[in-house]
């Protein structure tokens, strides 16, 4: 089994910056492709970007786009999202997975228990 840790979520003012990290443990080796989704309030989950191994990433949800960015630290078993230029509308619960990227999608195997981001105007 593979657990995924979230953290770095919390209370930010709009503009504001935060950084999420996911750390995974258990069958490490199991883990190839991460990413991250999240989830408003009364909205359905939403994929907003997920990294290869290799370093690769796949294209960022359009909402995020030139404010978030996605790394990895494969020697830790970490991927990190840095969230920039925060806006109300990014308040979400995030969740950090691992799964396969087919055609520009995650699709988890593993998810975190998840960590909320909660912006204010």
């Known amino acids: 089994q593979v657990q995924l840790i979230e953290s770095g979520g919390g209370l930010v003012q709009a503009g504001g910056s935060l950084r999420l990290s996911c750390a995974a443990s258990?069958?490490?080796?199991?883990?190839?492709?991460m990413g991250w989704f999240r989830q408003a309030p009364g909205k359905e989950r939403e994929f907003v970007v997920g990294?290869?191994?290799?370093?690769?990433?796949?294209n960022y949800a359009d909402s995020v786009k030139g404010r978030f960015t996605i790394s990895r630290d494969n020697a830790k078993n970490t991927v990190y999202l840095q969230m920039n230029s925060l806006k109300p509308d990014d308040t979400a619960v995030y969740y950090c997975a691992a799964g396969p990227i087919v055609g520009g999608y995650m699709s988890g195997d593993y998810w975190g228990q998840g960590t909320q981001v909660t912006v204010s105007s």
């Open positions: 990294i290869r191994r290799s370093g690769i990433t796949t």
């Open positions: 258990g069958r490490t080796f199991n883990i190839g492709d």
